[in-house]
């Protein structure tokens, strides 16, 4: 397994040494929500991945400049080059401007954001405040030969890129495949050839959302805007862009070819795709009424759910699998997941209390310990596999209980070796993986409800009333309550 990082590259298609161009820096963009709705889980699935990219980052010491967008004009219905604007047509259903849908919406997708510890990317530019610099680059496209405009629209012209780059690399598609695939041109299409794109399109009288240009009143084309911004804020060339599996074609695909048009050169070192979520084995989506939003599953809002699960679940859920793989949501796999969440904070919770006492050195214990806290940065370095850094950490979880359950001490290992224990596991836990401690509701009201049911037990015991004394007890494991009955006659309880 690796010692420094690698990153499986979309574009080469193999994992590379991550070398950033200008080290100790490093540019990181991820394409951002288009806030037309609100955010969905396969949406925190992707923005969750690059949590975990921007995180990890900062913990190998690179000072990373993170830049998310949002896109708030241009993204038309069905992704096409045709149609209504969805922030347009969301306004007009909603009787709101299309500014009130931008607002509402992006504040949505913050609170769903902070609600899974996700961090605040370093800039998050908006589309309609980057509308002179998309002008800009269309000019260079058009100058450079790359795109012609008809009617007030631009088109790139892929047939002319292609002669002198590849259009395709990314995706793996071949130029003369698509030609045939596409959809044949009719009369009042004002493309040259089926597969060019829009770069700004004219915007006709009902259009709300419209900006002068040299070639008339329009907007950007979907694919411009992410050109623009991430070459404005990380340079022409960049270190890592990233997205879901979904945007490599034919947005990321567009994403290359304007910025080749525009400016000679390639903007992306790495390129990064994430995996696609399903819900039982089916994919996710509206139409077979099998989506559920992050909100209602942290409120348990959804007939297809079981119970409420909290942030921290889902997220840990998430992390079970590689970014790049497929992700099978269940009610199983979520109340899983609670409880082997639950495993490693309770095992976080005990080694911070856990008191050192020097003593002879168990030689196989320490190796094991050792081996396990590199394990998880070796995970880590090989594409971010947060999968198998978690089962480190479980490793780790059970060499802590295993203290626990010897007499509460830790001892056979040196004082070096368990604060390496101490720090790896809260580090990784906490600032790596972000799995923050949750309340559990106010702890006092809980801590006078159990003296309560501990005082009732403890009596049923005195009098031999072993029944509801073992009721108590077995009710309480079912919450996931755990009662200690201690050697100094204290009883106690920890949560699960």
Same mark, same amino acid.
């Given at each position: 397994?690796?010692?420094?990082?690698?990153?499986?590259?979309? /574009?080469?298609?193999?994992?590379?040494?991550?070398?950033?161009?200008?080290?100790?820096?490093?540019?990181?963009? %991820?394409?951002?929500?288009?806030?037309?709705?609100?955010?969905? /889980?396969?949406?925190?699935?992707?923005?969750?991945?690059?949590?975990?990219?921007?995180?990890?980052?900062?913990?190998?010491?690179?000072?990373?400049?993170?830049?998310?967008? &949002?896109?708030?004009?241009?993204?038309?219905?069905?992704?096409?080059?045709?149609? =209504?604007?969805?922030?347009?047509?969301?306004?007009?259903?909603?009787?709101?401007?299309?500014? =009130?849908?931008?607002?509402?919406?992006?504040?949505?997708?913050?609170?769903?954001?902070?609600?899974?510890?996700?961090?605040?990317?370093? $800039?998050?530019?908006?589309?309609?405040?980057? $509308? $002179?610099?998309?002008?800009?680059?269309?000019?260079?496209?058009?100058?450079?030969?790359?795109?012609?405009?008809?009617?007030?629209?631009?088109?790139?012209?892929?047939?002319?890129?292609?002669?002198?780059?590849?259009?395709?690399?990314?995706?793996?598609?071949?130029?003369?495949?698509?030609?045939?695939?596409? @959809?044949?041109?009719?009369?009042?299409?004002?493309?040259?050839?089926? &597969?060019? !794109?829009?770069?700004? #399109?004219?915007?006709?009288?009902?259009? *709300?959302?419209?900006?002068?240009?040299?070639?008339?009143?329009?907007?950007?084309?979907?694919?411009?805007?992410?050109?623009?911004?991430?070459?404005?804020?990380?340079?022409?060339?960049?270190?890592?862009?990233?997205?879901?599996?979904?945007?490599?074609?034919?947005?990321?695909?567009?994403? *290359?070819?304007?910025?080749?048009?525009?400016?000679?050169?390639?903007?992306?070192?790495?390129?990064?795709?994430?995996?696609?979520?399903?819900? +039982?084995? #089916?994919?996710?989506?509206?139409?077979?009424?099998?989506?559920?939003?992050?909100?209602?599953?942290?409120?348990?809002?959804?007939?297809?759910?079981? #119970?409420?699960?909290?942030?921290?679940?889902?997220?840990?859920?998430?992390?079970?699998?590689?970014?790049?793989? +497929?992700?099978?949501?269940?009610?199983?796999?979520?109340?899983?997941?609670?409880?082997?969440?639950? @495993?490693?904070?309770?095992?976080?919770?005990?080694?911070?209390?856990?008191? !050192? %006492?020097?003593?002879?050195?168990?030689?196989?214990? +320490?190796?094991?310990?050792?081996?396990?806290?590199?394990?998880?940065?070796?995970?880590?370095?090989?594409?971010?596999?947060?999968?198998?850094?978690?089962?480190?950490? !479980?490793?780790?979880?059970?060499?802590?209980?295993?203290?626990?359950?010897?007499?509460?001490?830790?001892?056979? &290992?040196?004082?070096?070796?368990? =604060?390496?224990?101490?720090?790896?596991?809260?580090?990784?836990?906490?600032?790596?993986?972000?799995?923050?401690?949750?309340?559990?509701?106010?702890?006092?009201?809980?801590?006078?409800?159990?003296? $309560?049911?501990?005082?009732?037990?403890?009596?049923?015991?005195?009098? #031999?009333?072993?029944?509801?004394?073992?009721? *108590?007890?077995?009710?309480?494991?079912?919450?996931?309550? *755990?009662?200690?009955?201690?050697?100094?006659?204290?009883?106690?309880?920890?949560?699960?």
């Amino acid at each position: 397994m690796p010692d420094q990082l690698h990153i499986y590259n979309s /574009l080469t298609r193999k994992k590379e040494l991550f070398e950033p161009l200008n080290p100790p820096h490093v540019g990181l963009y %991820v394409c951002g929500p288009t806030v037309y709705s609100d955010v969905h /889980l396969g949406n925190v699935r992707s923005f969750l991945s690059f949590d975990i990219v921007y995180r990890y980052l900062c913990h190998l010491g690179y000072k990373v400049r993170y830049v998310r967008n &949002i896109t708030d004009v241009g993204h038309l219905v069905d992704d096409a080059d045709e149609g =209504e604007d969805k922030i347009a047509k969301k306004a007009r259903l909603e009787a709101l401007e299309p500014m =009130e849908i931008v607002q509402k919406y992006t504040n949505g997708f913050h609170k769903i954001m902070r609600l899974m510890n996700i961090i605040d990317p370093s $800039i998050e530019p908006q589309a309609t405040g980057h $509308i $002179i610099d998309q002008i800009e680059m269309v000019k260079r496209i058009i100058d450079n030969g790359f795109a012609y405009e008809v009617n007030g629209s631009v088109y790139f012209d892929v047939e002319k890129y292609s002669q002198q780059y590849h259009y395709g690399e990314l995706s793996g598609r071949v130029i003369e495949d698509m030609q045939e695939s596409g @959809r044949d041109l009719d009369s009042q299409d004002e493309k040259r050839n089926k &597969i060019d !794109f829009a770069i700004w #399109k004219n915007a006709d009288a009902s259009h *709300i959302m419209r900006w002068p240009s040299p070639w008339g009143d329009g907007f950007p084309g979907w694919h411009l805007e992410c050109s623009v911004m991430s070459t404005k804020y990380l340079g022409k060339t960049f270190d890592i862009h990233g997205g879901g599996m979904d945007l490599k074609f034919p947005h990321h695909e567009c994403e *290359i070819a304007q910025s080749v048009a525009a400016d000679g050169t390639a903007p992306v070192k790495y390129w990064m795709h994430g995996g696609m979520l399903n819900f +039982e084995g #089916k994919k996710m989506s509206k139409s077979l009424g099998n989506s559920i939003l992050p909100e209602e599953m942290i409120n348990g809002d959804s007939p297809l759910l079981d #119970k409420p699960y909290s942030p921290m679940t889902i997220r840990f859920l998430m992390l079970q699998t590689h970014y790049a793989s +497929e992700i099978d949501f269940s009610n199983k796999a979520l109340q899983d997941a609670e409880k082997a969440l639950r @495993r490693l904070t309770n095992a976080l919770k005990t080694v911070e209390k856990l008191p !050192f %006492v020097e003593g002879k050195i168990d030689e196989e214990k +320490e190796t094991t310990i050792k081996a396990l806290c590199h394990e998880c940065s070796e995970h880590m370095n090989d594409d971010f596999n947060t999968a198998k850094t978690i089962a480190a950490l !479980f490793g780790l979880a059970t060499q802590i209980n295993t203290f626990k359950d010897a007499g509460g001490k830790v001892t056979g &290992i040196s004082n070096d070796t368990f =604060e390496l224990l101490k720090s790896t596991y809260a580090t990784f836990i906490l600032e790596v993986l972000g799995l923050k401690e949750e309340s559990t509701g106010d702890q006092s009201v809980l801590n006078d409800v159990m003296s $309560i049911l501990i005082d009732i037990r403890n009596t049923a015991r005195a009098q #031999k009333d072993w029944a509801t004394s073992d009721t *108590i007890r077995n009710r309480l494991s079912e919450a996931n309550i *755990i009662i200690n009955d201690n050697k100094d006659g204290q009883t106690t309880f920890e949560i699960g």
